[in-house]
């Protein structure tokens, strides 16, 4: 075995284990923990792909930010393992279990065709697709790359930019007007709250 | 890509590379302390550290008492305290958290100078190439990345202890960290608008391109000095240094976070906190002042042969050290905010001023970056 494979099954270990202890662990402090395990470990597996920049992101946005704040949260609030078994709504579990289930059947189902295919393909015209790998992309030209067209997969910052704010401008804009949305609600609700214990 | 001798030997020389660096560093971070003692001493009229020395130094006349009087060796004598501590673990901690805070504080200090580039070296056509662990295409990413990791060995430490001041100590601290990260990264972004001009090859995210876009040209401090200053202003909040030493303000905290914390484990806490220091002002100095080139608009004086390069990395470790002792005399020189202080300093100044400072910056390299053919 060579050793990036080596480096797949570790970190592949590390993401799949860090995700189920993650629901297996009865603190939520130490769910929190094993959580960021994961998602470090699925930062590697972009690294070992050479997609620098993704996994840069979600140890970043991921791992840096949004679970520091879970973490906070959860000693602000004195979380303890008596908290986490709370949760009574036994029926909205089991409906999201289920779906959780379905949708793992549908990723199962897609991967193994998905393997068929491939080997298919490595079987019987391994030239073209050895060829696909060998061909080296070219370079994105800005003026190519404006109408978001040429777009070509490839794991550079310039790539992602590109197609951000280029070809997907629409969808990101409607993203972040969401989230503005989403913000002002939240920014309302709390200040009216407040109000009222003032009051 | 099997393990061949070629790839075992390239590992290896990576090894040693980043053993190197560790070890430079943590001697920097270990020397820092010393240089605070002493400083601090200087602006307080005291003497500072001036009694430790090895046995057979003391007889050389002349520099043996100098260098006992400067301290020298007072490093080597802490360090061994810290060793030879009576290891105390309170009886109320949790214990496997407890343990591993401290580590989770130091790897991140020390893993975000894979990235740090801090020389060049020139082959035999006279093409340099930087010195750095790792080239990283999107570098300065990374060491925000993890250096965001590093605030998990504070609240960890403050929670695991199950006592009352270094829970305050570590929820405080996590507040501050979230405030600050986004100033500073946004007083970033104009820096990347400024050096990723049309046409150029260097990505604007890697340190390298950052330092030679400084080359032989104005520095960015002088470019962008708002910039520069909620970065510096930002990089004492995240290294937790006075006046933003909210996790452990010892008037009101006892010793915050790190309260429960005794021999190694609080060794290892204090190394974390100098070589936070040291790798900030590295960053810094890449960032803003051009790195291990000579001063603004004056090309490099020095041969682009071995000496330019031992040169350099002097001329990039002079500016660093200049740095640290900027940490250290803001530090005996301003007194601590207090908490509200911080959080209004951050959500309410340096984001605001971030944010203009962006779009000022936006605005003016849009009208620099004009086509030709659009200004008569």
Same mark, same amino acid.
């Given at each position: 075995?060579?050793?990036?494979?080596?480096? @797949?099954?570790?970190?592949?270990?590390?993401?799949?284990?860090?995700?189920?202890?993650?629901?297996?662990?009865?603190?939520?402090?130490? !769910?929190?923990?094993?959580?960021?395990?994961?998602l470090v470990g699925v930062a590697s597996l972009f690294v070992l792909l050479d997609a620098f920049f993704l996994a840069i992101l979600q140890v970043l946005v991921y791992a840096g930010a949004v679970m520091v704040? @879970?973490?906070?949260?959860?000693?602000?609030?004195?979380?303890? *393992?008596?908290?986490?078994?709370?949760?009574k709504v036994?029926?909205?579990?089991?409906?999201?279990?289920? %779906?959780?289930?379905?949708?793992?059947?549908?990723?199962?189902?897609?991967?193994?065709?998905?393997?068929?295919?491939?080997?298919?393909?490595?079987?019987?015209?391994?030239?073209?697709? #050895?060829? $696909?790998?060998?061909?080296?992309?070219?370079?994105?030209?800005?003026?190519?790359?404006?109408?978001?067209?040429?777009?070509?997969?490839? *794991?550079?910052?310039? !790539?992602?930019?590109?197609?951000?704010?280029? /070809?997907?401008?629409? =969808?990101?804009q409607v993203a972040g007007f969401l989230l503005l949305a989403a913000m002002v609600g939240v920014i309302i609700l709390s200040k009216k709250s407040t109000a009222e214990g003032e009051g | 890509m099997e393990f061949d001798s070629e790839m075992l030997q390239q590992l290896g020389l990576k090894a040693l590379f980043a053993l190197l660096m560790v070890s430079a560093v943590m001697t920097m971070a270990g020397y820092s302390v010393l240089a605070e003692r002493k400083v601090s001493a200087w602006m307080q009229g005291r003497v500072g550290p001036n009694r430790t020395v090895l046995p057979f130094v003391e007889h050389i006349p002349f520099i043996g008492p100098f260098l006992k009087g400067l301290g020298i060796f007072q490093p080597?004598? &802490? #360090?061994?305290?810290?060793?030879?501590?009576?290891?105390?673990?309170?009886?109320?901690?949790?214990?496997?958290?407890?343990?591993?805070?401290?580590?989770?504080?130091?790897? =991140?200090?020390?893993?975000?100078?894979?990235?740090?580039?801090?020389?060049?070296?020139?082959?035999?056509?006279?093409?340099? $190439? *930087?010195?750095?662990?790792?080239?990283?295409?999107v570098g300065i990413l990374f060491i925000f990345a993890v250096s965001s990791l590093g605030v998990y060995g504070i609240v960890l430490a403050g929670w695991s202890s199950n006592s009352k001041y270094p829970f305050l100590g570590g929820i405080r601290s996590s507040a501050q960290m979230i405030s600050y990260e986004l100033a500073m990264?946004?007083?970033?972004?104009?820096?990347?608008?400024?050096?990723?001009?049309?046409?150029?090859? &260097?990505?604007?995210?890697?340190?390298?391109? %950052?330092?030679?876009?400084?080359?032989? +040209?104005?520095?960015?401090?002088?470019?962008?000095?708002?910039?520069?200053?909620?970065?510096?202003?930002?990089?004492?909040a995240?290294?937790?240094?006075?006046?933003?030493?909210?996790?452990?303000?010892?008037?009101?905290?006892? +010793?915050?976070?790190?309260?429960?914390?005794?021999?190694?484990?609080? #060794?290892?806490f204090f190394v974390a906190e100098y070589a936070h220091i040291v790798v900030g002002s590295a960053i810094f100095t890449t960032i803003f002042l051009g790195g291990w080139h000579f001063l603004p608009w004056i090309a490099d004086p020095w041969p682009a042969t071995w000496i330019g390069t031992l040169l350099g990395i002097g001329w990039f470790l002079a500016k660093t050290v200049c740095l640290i002792f900027f940490f250290i005399?803001?530090?005996?020189? %301003?007194?601590?905010?207090?908490? &509200?202080?911080?959080?209004?300093?951050?959500?309410? /100044?340096?984001?605001?001023?971030?944010?203009?400072?962006?779009?000022?910056?936006?605005?003016?390299?849009t009208w620099l970056d004009q086509p030709p053919s659009v200004t008569p």
């Open positions: 075995m060579s050793g990036p494979d080596l480096l @797949f099954y570790f970190f592949a270990t590390l993401s799949l284990g860090g995700g189920l202890l993650m629901v297996f662990s009865r603190h939520p402090v130490s !769910a929190a923990l094993f959580m960021i395990v994961s704040l @879970f973490l906070f949260i959860i000693m602000l609030l004195d979380v303890g *393992p008596s908290g986490a078994k709370a949760s036994k029926l909205l579990s089991g409906v999201a279990g289920l %779906i959780s289930v379905g949708l793992l059947v549908v990723l199962l189902l897609d991967l193994g065709l998905g393997s068929m295919d491939c080997s298919e393909c490595s079987a019987e015209n391994c030239d073209a697709c #050895g060829e $696909s790998a060998a061909f080296a992309w070219p370079e994105i030209r800005d003026e190519t790359a404006a109408n978001g067209n040429s777009l070509i997969f490839s *794991p550079s910052v310039k !790539a992602f930019g590109f197609g951000l704010l280029a /070809k997907y401008m629409l =969808p990101l | 080597l004598a &802490d #360090g061994l305290k810290f060793l030879f501590k009576e290891e105390i673990v309170p009886g109320h901690v949790n214990k496997v958290y407890y343990y591993m805070a401290p580590l989770v504080a130091l790897v =991140p200090a020390l893993t975000t100078m894979t990235v740090l580039p801090f020389g060049e070296y020139f082959d035999e056509a006279g093409n340099s $190439s *930087p010195l750095i662990l790792a080239n990283l295409e990264g946004l007083s970033l972004l104009p820096i990347f608008l400024w050096v990723s001009v049309p046409g150029s090859e &260097d990505s604007a995210l890697s340190l390298v391109g %950052i330092v030679n876009s400084q080359n032989d +040209g104005a520095w960015l401090l002088i470019v962008q000095p708002v910039s520069a200053l909620i970065f510096l202003v930002a990089l004492f995240e290294t937790n240094r006075l006046p933003f030493d909210m996790p452990e303000s010892e008037t009101d905290l006892v +010793g915050g976070f790190h309260t429960e914390y005794g021999s190694f484990k609080f #060794g290892i005399w803001i530090r005996w020189t %301003i007194p601590r905010f207090r908490y &509200d202080q911080v959080m209004n300093l951050g959500w309410t /100044k340096l984001l605001p001023l971030a944010l203009v400072n962006l779009i000022v910056y936006v605005l003016l390299v």
